[in-house]
């Protein structure tokens, strides 16, 4: 009986010390990491071994690391985890937006890239699995997408607003614990010539975590970037 190959981690990353760290860490976890150092490098590893998921640094020497994600989407659909430096948030955001899973602030701990992998994978392999869900549940709470309803604990359906219902749905749809920007949330729920207008999003978000009560944990907020739906 033949051996299940272990998931391939493409890592595109210019610092040979994020090579030397990730590549045995990445072996421990049961997974077969790929190195490249450049983004065309990255590109082409990414075309020819199918890598299961991707690490992607922002700073690469021959390019920005954003312009890589719509490539890669044209042709895999294997979740893309952003490596970023602490200070450039702006750049987690336009990375998001451009089409990434996530993200991993520099200088990172193990253990949470390690998680974020499994969630990206997790989430990627169910969405591979399974046609889309009509009804979503997590932790307390039970959102039926087709039915616009939404229950806390088997309770009866909550009373929201067309705009907290359509922020609900645009969080949920984005995935569990993938995050949504501002930007993508604005566009879903108010439309494009809103995008800068963060103000109704706070309040929104607010009003929306009032009326989840014990289940309004689930609507984590990413600082600066955006929300996080789901208890993972």
Known sequence: ?????????????DEPQI????????????????RAMTMAEG?????????????????????DGKLAIPRLRGFT???????????QEGEKVAALDAGADDYVEKPFALGELLARIRAGLRRAGAAAQQPAATVVRAGPLEVDLGRRTARVAGGEPLKLT??????????VRGGEGRVVTQRQLLTAVWG??????AQYLRV????LRQKLGPAAGLIRTEPGVGYRFGDE
């Open 77 to 87: 659909a294997a979740p893309v985890v952003v490596l970023s430096a602490r200070d």
């Open 162 to 171: 067309p705009r907290e219902w359509d922020l609900l749905a645009a969080l």
């Open 204 to 207: 929104y978000v607010g009003h």
């Open 19 to 34: 090579h030397r760290f990730l590549g045995p860490a990445l072996e421990a976890a049961g997974y077969a990491p790929l």
């Open 43 to 63: 590109l082409r590893l990414a075309a020819e071994r199918a890598p299961a998921l991707v690490l992607l640094d922002l700073g690469l020497p021959d390019g």
């Open 192 to 197: 494009p010539a809103h995008v800068e207008d």
């Open 1 to 13: 009986m033949s051996e299940v190959a272990p998931p391939r981690i493409l890592v595109v990353d």
